[in-house]
């Protein structure tokens, strides 16, 4: 059964998509009003805050679960429900949701890397570019849930996007490190038909009006290519969700909350994305183990694969990828540092 119906928890959901709403606008609105480059500290900072409030919305979770099971009549009619474990569980499965959703994300920062490199946005401009797309973003997320809501209740369906997890899951395994070139990307060439576009870039304008004609800005164009982007990782990460609970409420607020630090993690981890070079290998066995989930470890565990191992796995595999990263960083970079001291050395003796 479903522990938290929407009929019954629509006003969750209502009071939840208002707090998201009136942080993003404290976000554009009071604490990012000026156009500035957001540094390495700031981003550091509010990366804390988002990660911070989904810990604290998690551990309030819990409580007003362990709260709600053992009081209402709908819980306590199930006989040998446990409210306290399940409040657990319910918890557990929203935090290993988020840890998921997050790692996912780093998938999507590459991309922001590549798309305002190539369209040239300053990064005084890209906090602008990115709130916007990351408000368009939580629509889709919302619209790709409440349908996987209703199609992951057929088996075959589980079965589909397991399958399709495992096939990107061993496609990323095996996929180059060469860095993308968007100058031929099927979606830029539409997106440079369908649209008037200025060839210059009008401070933190999306559109601009030049001879009674309106244009679209590098700006507007870099929105919607990570939209359309985002669109298609969400037939990803939202499955993966799915994969670890069956619960609509506790996929949409870890998705949220996971997408809502992903303009900070960006910043943060922009000037030194390419040393971790092995954290794709990390996110493709993820990707593996939710896929086998869905087509096999759930129904080989009665139904649904311990949540709590499900948290130690991931967390092992994105933690050891990160790990052997920075490991073969500092070994490249001694390396590197070595070969540099003895060119100098050679030159100074000659």
Request: no cysteine; hydrophobic share 55%; charged share 15%.
């Amino acid at each position: 059964m479903i522990l938290f119906p929407f009929y019954d928890y629509w006003w969750f959901y209502l009071g939840f998509t208002a707090f998201v709403l009136v942080v993003l606008a404290l976000d554009l609105g009071v604490f990012h009003k000026k156009a500035h480059e957001v540094g390495f500290k700031e981003a550091s900072i509010w990366t804390t805050i988002w990660i911070s409030l989904a810990l604290v919305f998690n551990y309030l979770f819990y409580l007003y679960a362990q709260y709600r099971f053992s009081t209402h009549e709908r819980y306590t009619s199930i006989p040998g429900f446990d409210p306290d474990a399940q409040a657990k569980s319910s918890a557990l499965e929203f935090l290993t949701g988020f840890v998921v959703e997050k790692s996912l994300a780093v998938d999507n920062i590459f991309i922001f890397a590549v798309v305002f490199a190539y369209f040239g946005i300053p990064k005084m401009y890209q906090h602008r570019v990115l709130f916007w797309g990351i408000l368009g973003a939580l629509i889709f997320r919302a619209l790709f849930i409440a349908m996987g809501s209703v199609l992951m209740q057929y088996h075959w369906v589980v079965i589909f996007f397991g399958a399709l997890l495992i096939l990107t899951g061993i496609k990323m395994f095996f996929a180059g490190t060469k860095p993308q070139n968007l100058e031929n990307n099927f979606i830029i060439r539409q997106l440079k038909k369908f649209f008037r576009v200025h060839p210059q870039i009008e401070g933190q304008k999306f559109f601009f009006k030049k001879d009674g004609l309106i244009y679209v800005t590098p700006l507007f164009l870099a929105l919607i290519f990570l939209e359309l982007s985002d669109i298609i990782f969400a037939v990803d990460s939202v499955p993966a969700i799915f994969a670890l609970t069956k619960e609509p409420l506790i996929v949409f607020t870890s998705n949220i909350f996971a997408i809502l630090g992903l303009r900070s993690m960006y910043f943060m981890f922009a000037g030194v994305m390419d040393k971790f070079a092995f954290i794709k290998y990390g996110l493709a066995s993820v990707l593996l183990f939710v896929g086998l989930k869905m087509v096999w470890l759930n129904e080989a565990y009665g139904g649904k694969f311990p949540i709590n191992w499900s948290l130690i796995i991931i967390g092992a595999l994105i933690g050891s990828s990160i790990l052997a990263s920075i490991v073969i960083d500092k070994r490249n970079q001694k390396i590197l540092n070595f070969g540099k001291a003895n060119l100098e050395k050679e030159g100074n003796q000659s």
